[in-house]
């Protein structure tokens, strides 16, 4: 049974840090990409940074380069989102994505976790 | 960046009837265009990939048109489970964006 479990959110200062986890069960992680997607609250979906299968390459979007760092264990099956000096605009739920296809993302996503929420306030 | 646009923001449709929900892109994606069904308090789940390919499990009553930068989803005989919002979504080019979303909803 595919399983994808992100966890780690919660609350935090503006200018603070967070990390977040995922763990994935239920294929084979290692050969596939995977993604950070993330909803603000009532608002739509935004995707934020791809890694590639085996660590060697990750994407940003814009409004999160130079501060978010995505990475991977595989020998975890774990993916990590590092988010740091965050700002009021990155609360949202974060999930965590599996691309739809081996070794090479396509880009479109055909398992999400549950996400998890981060809020950033004082 | 390419920016995706979609229409209505909300549909109203009486169970049994048909749906058609539409989006637009900037510039051409090709047939590189996914739809998403999302319920309230739960992940999106893929439907449509590729304009018009359904993805695993997804019945047939959904089904994608469309090329370049007009697309269509239209989900026939509407049922209770149907009624969500419905995200379009762009994997031609990196940053992959979404649609603000279709909210479909009971007339």
């Known amino acids: 049974q595919v399983q994808v479990v992100e966890s780690g959110g919660g609350v935090v200062q503006p200018g603070g840090s967070l990390r977040l986890s995922c763990a994935v069960s239920g294929f084979n992680f290692n050969i596939y990409d995977m993604h950070w997607v993330r909803q603000a609250p009532g608002k739509g979906l935004e995707w934020l940074t791809l890694i590639r299968y085996d660590g060697s390459n990750e994407y940003y979007a814009d409004s999160v380069k130079g501060r978010f760092t995505m990475s991977r264990d595989n020998s975890k099956n774990t993916l990590f989102l590092q988010m740091n000096s965050l700002r009021p605009e990155d609360s949202a739920v974060y999930f965590c994505?599996?691309?739809?296809?081996?070794?090479?993302?396509?880009?479109?996503?055909?398992?999400w976790g549950q996400g998890t929420l981060v809020t950033v306030s004082s | 960046e390419i920016v995706m646009t979609q229409s209505p923001a909300t549909l109203s449709v009486s169970p049994g009837e048909r749906a058609t929900l539409s989006c637009r892109a900037s510039q051409s994606v090709f047939a590189n265009l996914a739809w998403y069904q999302q319920k309230p308090g739960q992940a999106p789940r893929l439907l449509i990939y590729g304009t018009s390919t359904r993805a695993t499990g997804v019945p047939a009553k959904f089904s994608g048109s469309g090329s370049g930068t007009e697309f269509t989803l239209t989900i026939s005989s509407l049922q209770s489970e149907d009624f969500a919002v419905y995200y379009c979504q762009q994997f031609h080019n990196r940053p992959y964006t979404f649609g603000p979303g279709t909210k479909l909803q009971v007339k």
């Open positions: 994505v599996k691309d739809a296809a081996e070794f090479l993302a396509v880009g479109y996503f055909d398992v």
